[in-house]
């Protein structure tokens, strides 16, 4: 009926799917939390130490910088879509500053994100520092949309 | 038990007629207008410091020029219900149009409206008492000048509202007893400007203190932060801000409210806060390197 390899195949994306369901299954709201904590601080918090400096005359353009930070911030955030279940409201321990705007209004979270994305991926696209220096406060001002709704503020 | 009964309702009804007496309000009284020409720059820039646009702000439906008019009628959700802040541009059946400037001042600086009425204290009259003549007399001329818009406001949905405004008398006659800012003449001028502008028309304490049980700012407490007046999350603390590494230096603080998070501030937003920056951002640099210098000082 099956070969060697079909079989195998099939094993193999079972095994695979059942764990992918257990890893799943297995994202507590901590785990979440801190996840998205990561993304914040060591991702998006890598970027504007790399980029503000420029911004405000401190630091030259510097590229090579600059494709390291963003590298390192989406090798940490790049399951942020994963990490707003509804039961990531609260935490057993982690502490959040995510307010329920989020999961009552998911269509302006959505959006208020989208365009910190697309703000990021002109930014990225800047190849001189004065390119830079004009795509950059989009990207701010995109992490100030969400913010303003959708975090609690901090003490 | 019957003669208790009445006795208990007697008691209620000369309670109730006692509430009445003492919470009748006082009426506005007419005093002669500052006899000098307006300064509308600096009326624009109070109107700016006090962030008037960020809670009168256009309601839904208004579009194109009104939407950026203090046009009111965008619901401000608070833990007494919804307001809907009222329409501050000329119009003269339903925003300020018909407004003496002594009617402006009773309710910036009394918390009156010029029907007697007592003002929900989410206007910021504890604040803006502390507010010169002058400044007002401009703030009032400056809104007389915008663009007129025509938009009545819902009512406040906030339940027993008549009786609340009554009863506002005991907490204004507590709440207001405190005495205006008054400037220090042994700080520098600049250090007074940003000590006015915080304290009178950028009202930043009606967050930034937190309140006591009657729901009124607690001096001991200034500029210590405290639960957020609007539900969830913490006001942070204004008090040592460089010693706790929140900001370099005078000039960091500055450029903070000048650029907010778009130059990677997030304390400045949340809360209601990237809109208070958005609108400071529009001061001249002398006026934000005085509230700097304010701010500095608080330990």
Same mark, same amino acid.
């Given at each position: 009926m099956f070969s060697k390899?079909?079989?195998?195949?099939?094993?193999?994306? =079972?095994?695979l799917s059942v764990g992918a369901g257990v890893a799943f299954a297995a994202m507590s709201a901590d785990d979440a939390i801190k996840a998205r904590k990561a993304c914040m601080k060591m991702g998006h918090g890598g970027v504007m130490k790399a980029a503000v400096p420029v911004m405000k005359g401190e630091a030259k353009f510097d590229p090579a910088a600059l494709k390291a930070a963003f590298d390192a911030e989406d090798a940490v955030c790049k399951d942020w879509s994963m990490w707003w279940g509804a039961d990531t409201q609260k935490g057993d321990k982690e502490e959040t500053h995510a307010l329920p705007a989020i999961w009552t209004d998911p269509k302006g979270f959505e959006a208020a994100a989208g365009k910190w994305y697309a703000a990021d991926q002109n930014m990225r696209k800047a190849t001189d520092e004065a390119s830079f220096k004009a795509a950059f406060p989009a990207v701010g001002d995109g992490c100030k949309g969400c913010h303003e709704k959708f975090r609690a503020p901090l003490q | 038990m019957r003669r208790k009964l009445q006795i208990l309702v007697a008691l209620a009804l000369l309670g109730f007629g006692a509430f009445w007496a003492v919470t009748t309000p006082t009426p506005v009284m007419p005093e002669m207008p500052p006899v000098r020409t307006a300064n509308l720059e600096n009326g624009k820039l109070l109107f700016n410091v006090g962030g008037c646009i960020s809670c009168h702000k256009a309601g839904e439906g208004l579009t194109d020029v009104a939407?950026?008019?203090?046009?009111?009628?965008?619901p401000l959700k608070t833990p007494i219900g919804t307001l809907y802040p009222p329409n501050l541009t000329p119009d003269p059946e339903t925003g300020l149009g018909s407004w003496k400037f002594y009617e402006f001042e009773a309710a910036m600086q009394q918390g009156l409206h010029r029907d007697g009425s007592n003002l929900i204290p989410a206007f910021p009259y504890g604040s803006y008492r502390s507010m010169k003549p002058e400044d007002v007399a401009d703030l009032f001329a400056y809104l007389q000048s915008l663009p007129s818009v025509k938009n009545q406001v819902p009512p406040h949905d906030v339940f027993g509202l008549k009786i609340m405004r009554r009863g506002l008398k005991f907490w204004k006659a507590r709440a207001l007893a405190n005495p205006v800012w008054q400037p220090d003449a042994s700080k520098s001028e600049s250090w007074n400007r940003g000590a006015y502008l915080v304290n009178g028309p950028g009202h930043c304490q009606e967050c930034h203190t937190p309140r %006591?049980?009657?729901m009124m700012s607690d001096a001991s407490r200034a500029f210590m932060g405290g639960p957020h007046p609007e539900g969830k999350g913490t006001v942070? &603390?204004? =008090?040592?801000?460089?010693?706790?590494?929140?900001?370099? %230096?005078?000039? %960091?603080?500055? &450029?903070?409210?000048q650029n907010g998070e778009s130059f990677g501030y997030e304390h400045m937003s949340s809360g209601g806060m990237?809109?208070?920056?958005?609108?400071?951002s529009k001061l001249p640099e002398a006026d934000l390197n005085a509230i700097s210098e304010y701010l500095l000082s608080l330990k």
């Open positions: 390899l079909q079989f195998g195949l099939m094993a193999g994306v =079972l095994a | 939407a950026g008019l203090p046009a009111g009628g965008k %006591d049980l009657f942070p &603390s204004l =008090l040592r801000l460089v010693e706790r590494k929140r900001y370099k %230096d005078q000039a %960091d603080l500055v &450029s903070a409210f990237g809109e208070v920056q958005t609108n400071l």
